[in-house]
């Protein structure tokens, strides 16, 4: 990302009004969170198949097989369901001996919509932010070089993100 504009809206995205605040509640969610990715080491220890799973603001998980399927945890609700509070406690744990300690490192990316700011509604920015991420995290191998596919680039330019951005995204 060369974009100065990109890069504030990326860093703005990436911080939450709610960093360094208590969080009470919903620690369930952690345990929850840790028990999946705990299935996600013995499942991929001993099979090909890798589910998917997604959780939702209820008490509820679904998950899916399927043949190439990749591991993740996608935290979806409605508004003031705690998406941001919990993200938040995830990203940067407030207490020193929380389960979240251990979870914030397998933080693949983030982005924290504001409401109130536009430039974190911005499409195009939330996909090159994404990217930006997991290039750095260095959790999934071979993902750089899958950016070097021109038709990759293409679909992550400025305009064309916005055009078509489920392509991009994908």
């Not at 979240?100 to 700011?117: E, I, M, S, T």
């Not at 509604?121 to 999934?140: E, H, N, P, T, Y």
């Amino acid at each position: 990302m060369t974009n100065p504009w990109e890069e504030k809206v990326c860093k703005m995205a990436q911080t939450s009004l709610l960093q360094g605040k208590q969080f009470y509640c919903r620690e369930w969610v952690f345990h929850k969170l840790q028990h999946c990715l705990q299935e996600k080491s013995n499942c991929c220890n001993s099979t090909v198949n890798a589910p998917s799973l997604v959780m939702n603001s209820g008490n509820n998980a679904s998950g899916v097989s399927g043949k190439g399927a990749a591991w993740g945890v996608l935290l979806v609700g409605g508004p003031g369901s705690g998406k941001t509070a919990l993200c938040t406690e995830l990203l940067w744990p407030s207490s020193p001996t929380s389960l979240q300690r251990g979870l914030h490192r397998q933080a693949l990316a983030f982005h924290f919509c504001k409401a109130q700011d536009s430039d974190t509604l911005c499409v195009g920015g939330f996909i090159r932010g994404l990217v930006a991420q997991i290039c750095r995290s260095g959790l999934l191998q071979g993902y750089e070089d899958k950016l070097r596919d021109p038709a990759v680039q293409s679909l992550l330019q400025p305009g064309e993100c916005e055009r078509n951005p489920a392509e991009a995204f994908k």
